[in-house]
């Protein structure tokens, strides 16, 4: 063979190697709920509040309080530090920490709400402990996306814009914003000590952080935020983590 065709073939042997070795990588973020790895500390942006940052990064709301030793109603501050690994820290008896002076006093929520006056982090926390007696499909329309506790944290209903988006179980909103990538215009409802439920992608938020609401209650309006079609997106979560929805909704006649 001549020298060309020496060279030519052991290129090629190069070539085919390379490709061979070349790894696969899987997106980092799924822009349906795949849950960030979370980092050692979170710096406190204007619109979070406990129960969003928990939220994203799939934690419990009230570890995460206990890691900072922040004590209900978990009122927290822009620019304030929250550890999100490590030791607990107990709760100070002493006055609460005012926020700095170069900070407004509360985290105020995104505004696409219609609040009537100013929402801060001071949800009003659920009055028991009750059991969710009953789950209540939080909007008509075909499932699109279902659960698979990997890439996706809940189920995608379709449905047209301004279709109603109901109240899974009575409870008190806790995030009402857009902060959270992804998820487009979001409400977040905790429902006793151990669920929450989300809603995401909406086109109108029609409650604010601290209302209580009713079962079946609309809270919000159909859209198509933060994605390419109109749908709900639909979590639920026990102790912070994701769990199938559709095992805990009434089976659809």
């Not at 090629?12 to 973020?29: F, M, N, S």
């Not at 999100?84 to 107990?90: E, F, M, N, R």
């Not at 506790?149 to 009575?170: Q, R, Y």
């Not at 902060?179 to 487009?184: D, E, H, L, N, T």
């Amino acid at each position: 063979m001549g020298g060309w065709g020496r060279r030519g073939t052991w290129l090629l042997c190069l070539l085919l190697a390379a490709c061979a070795g070349e790894p696969t990588q899987a997106p980092v973020e799924n822009r349906h709920g795949e849950i960030k790895r979370a980092p050692d500390r979170y710096a406190v942006r204007r619109g979070d509040t406990l129960y969003s940052i928990a939220f994203r990064y799939g934690v419990d709301y009230r570890d995460l309080a206990r890691l900072n030793g922040i004590p209900s109603p978990y009122t927290i501050y822009p620019g304030q530090e929250l550890r999100l690994s490590g030791k607990p820290v107990a709760v100070s008896k002493a006055a609460p920490v005012k926020a700095p002076s170069t900070a407004p006093t509360a985290v105020a929520a995104t505004p696409v709400t219609k609040p009537s006056s100013p929402r801060v982090t001071t949800s009003s926390p659920v009055a028991s402990n009750r059991a969710v007696e009953a789950w209540r499909w939080p909007t008509r329309g075909t499932v699109v996306r279902k659960f698979t506790g990997t890439t996706h944290k809940g189920v995608d209903i379709d449905g047209k814009a301004g279709d109603p988006v109901l109240a899974t179980a009575a409870g008190t909103v806790v995030y009402a914003g857009s902060g959270i990538v992804g998820y487009g215009n979001l409400l977040i409802v905790k429902h006793n000590q151990n669920y929450l439920s989300a809603y995401g992608h909406n086109r109108r938020l029609l409650v604010g952080e601290g209302d209580r609401v009713k079962a079946g209650q609309k809270i919000a309006e159909k859209g198509s935020s933060a994605t390419n079609a109109v749908k709900l997106h639909f979590e639920i979560r026990r102790d912070g983590k994701p769990v199938d929805p559709l095992k805990l909704l009434p089976r659809q006649g």
